[in-house]
T-cell receptor, first 109, second 114 residues
Framework: GIQVEQSPPDLILQEGANSTLRCNFS?????LQWFHQNPWGQLINLFY???GTKQNGRLSATTVATERYSLLYISSSQTTDSGVYFC???????????FGAGTQVVVTP | DGGITQSPKYLFRKEGQNVTLSCEQN?????MYWYRQDPGQGLRLIYY???????QKGDIAEGYSVSREKKESFPLTVTSAQKNPTAFYLC?????????????FGSGTQLSVL
C-alpha cells in the first residue's frame, strides 16, 4: 500500500518563529489533507489540497503531486500551534486515508 | 451547531467485557469512519460505512464490530476478542459523493482496560 512519511518527527519552536513540515508519499494521489491534533486530542482539518498552494491565516500548504510531497508552513508561530500535525492521502476512491506518523510541534513562549 | 459527537470521553473496560462507543453526526454526511490511535502513532482505520446498513472492514477490524442503522449514527463495539483495546478512538465523517472529500473528526474516546 501507499507509504506516507512525515518529517521532522519532532519540532521545538520559539514563539514567533517560522517552520516547514514535510509529507512525502510513495504513489500518485489525487488529494492530500493536513490535520492538527491539539493537546486534548481534537483533530482539525487544516487543508484539503490536491495540488498547488492554499493559505489559511498564518498557515499555508503546498502540494507538488508530480513529485509526491506536500509542505505545511507555519509562520509567526504561537503557543496555540502546539500539537501534532498529520498529513493523509487516499488509498482508494472510497474515502479511506493513509495517515503519516505525524510531526509533534512544541511552541515555547 | 453541526458536528460529530462522540461519547463517552473516557471509558474503562473489564476483562472479557464488550463496550460500545457512540458516534453521532448532524452534518448529513453519507460516509462515516472509525480510527484507532495509539500513543505517538498515526491513525489506523477500523471500519467505514458509506450508506445505511452497509459497512466495510478497514485495516485493523479484528476484535471490533459496527452497525449503521441510521445515517447519523455509527457505533463501534470493542469486543472481548480485542486483546489490546487501550487506545484513543476517533470517529470521522465526510460528505462522500463518489470521490474523496474533506474528513471531519469527533473529539474522541479514550478507552482503557481495568
Amino acid at each position: 500500500g501507499i507509504q506516507v512519511e512525515q518529517s521532522p518527527p519532532d519540532l521545538i519552536l520559539q514563539e514567533g518563529a517560522n517552520s516547514t513540515l514535510r509529507c512525502n508519499f510513495s504513489d500518485s494521489v489525487n488529494n492530500l489533507q493536513w490535520f492538527h491534533q491539539n493537546p486534548w486530542g481534537q483533530l482539525i482539518n487544516l487543508f484539503y489540497i490536491p495540488s498547488g498552494t492554499k493559505q489559511n491565516g498564518r498557515l499555508s500548504a503546498t502540494t507538488v503531486a508530480t513529485e509526491r510531497y506536500s509542505l505545511l508552513y507555519i509562520s509567526s508561530s504561537q503557543t496555540t500551534d502546539s500539537g501534532v500535525y498529520f498529513c493523509a492521502v487516499p488509498t482508494d476512491s472510497w474515502g479511506k486515508l493513509q495517515f503519516g506518523a505525524g510531526t509533534q510541534v512544541v511552541v515555547t513562549p | 451547531d453541526g458536528g460529530i459527537t462522540q461519547s463517552p470521553k473516557y471509558l474503562f473496560r473489564k476483562e472479557g467485557q464488550n463496550v460500545t462507543l457512540s458516534c453521532e453526526q448532524n452534518l448529513n454526511h453519507d460516509a462515516m469512519y472509525w480510527y484507532r490511535q495509539d500513543p505517538g502513532q498515526g491513525l489506523r482505520l477500523i471500519y467505514y460505512s458509506h450508506i445505511v446498513n452497509d459497512f466495510q472492514k478497514g485495516d485493523i477490524a479484528e476484535g471490533y464490530s459496527v452497525s449503521r442503522e441510521k445515517k447519523e449514527s455509527f457505533p463501534l463495539t470493542v469486543t472481548s476478542a480485542q486483546k489490546n483495546p487501550t487506545a484513543f478512538y476517533l470517529c470521522a465523517s465526510t460528505p462522500y459523493r463518489g470521490t474523496n472529500e474533506k474528513l471531519f473528526f469527533g473529539s474522541g474516546t479514550q478507552l482503557s482496560v481495568l
